[in-house]
Nanobody
Framework: QVQLVESGGGLVQAGGSLSLSCAAS??????????MGWYRQAPGKQRELVATITYSDTTNYADSVKGRFTISRGNAKNTVYLQMNSLKPEDTAVYYCRLRIFSNREYVYWGQGTQVTVSS
């Protein structure tokens, strides 16, 4: 069973920075198909993509965070980080780590979520 453990988050003033990390543990099959990413969900809104990174380190960002957020991997490939700079009140949300792999079929795992609050 794959588990995702997130850390980081908290309260910061607008313009500040925060970093999130997520470590995947357990048996991960077809590791080269792994895509890790961050999603967020604000109150009353649907969960939305923030950023993703593939096993080969190809990244993808939501337009709303481009130039402010950076997603990266650890050397072991099973840890993903999200550096968030120039934070805005509209970035306030619960941030979730997501792992997707393909092994005969698609498997998707989610972390428990971590709160990020940006005050104006």
């Amino acid at each position: 069973q794959v588990q995702l453990v997130e850390s980081g988050g908290g309260l910061v003033q607008a313009g500040g920075s925060l970093s999130l990390s997520c470590a995947a543990s357990g048996r991960i099959a077809s590791i080269t198909t792994m895509v890790m990413g961050w999603y967020r969900q604000a109150p009353g809104k649907q969960r939305e993509l923030v950023a993703t990174i593939t096993y080969s380190d190809t990244t993808n960002y939501a337009d709303s965070v481009k130039g402010r957020f950076t997603i990266s991997r650890g050397n072991a490939k099973n840890t993903v980080y999200l550096q968030m700079n120039s934070l805005k009140p509209e970035d306030t949300a619960v941030y979730y780590c997501r792992l997707r792999i393909f092994s005969n079929r698609e498997y998707v795992y989610w972390g428990q979520g971590t709160q990020v609050t940006v005050s104006s």
